[in-house]
């Protein structure tokens, strides 16, 4: 059967904003402490995952005549475009040593980058947090 490249809205686009509503759960938890460490460490750990794998955020990867890189939308900071080289690409970045420095730089390249990518450090933080003794209560 051929789709037509509509998305279907089964969820009403609930579907790319999880995330979102994840990290709200997890400022709650925080700052009412009825929640267990366990469930900071898990709405921590999806938050990470919804910011690494499917927050939306433009490409950036690296593009012949572009200083600032691919400007399509991207799903995710670990994840490219529609284009499949841009996703090799921005994971080789990760791996080879004298790239590392232009991922981290595109991590705050914009708005949108630098909200997710502060989302994602505070959401780790939080679950590293949950491991200290006393850090929350019950």
Not at 76 to 96: D, E, F, S, V
């Amino acid at each position: 059967m051929a789709t037509s490249g509509v998305r279907s809205v089964q969820l009403g686009g609930l579907r790319q904003w999880w995330g979102v509503i994840a990290a709200a759960l997890l400022v709650a938890a925080w700052v009412n402490r009825t929640a267990g460490p366990a469930s900071v460490t898990a709405l921590s750990a999806l938050v990470l995952i919804w910011c690494f794998f499917q927050a939306p955020v433009t490409c950036a990867a690296p593009v012949r005549g572009r200083e600032d890189g691919c400007r399509n939308n991207a799903t995710g900071l670990l994840m490219g475009c529609h284009i499949r080289q841009h996703r090799w690409q921005k994971l080789k970045m990760l791996i080879l040593r004298r790239q590392l420095r232009a991922f981290f730089s595109g991590l705050f390249s914009d708005g949108k980058a630098a909200l997710v990518t502060l989302a994602a450090l505070g959401s780790f933080l939080s679950g590293l947090a949950t491991f200290v003794p006393g850090a929350i209560v019950k």
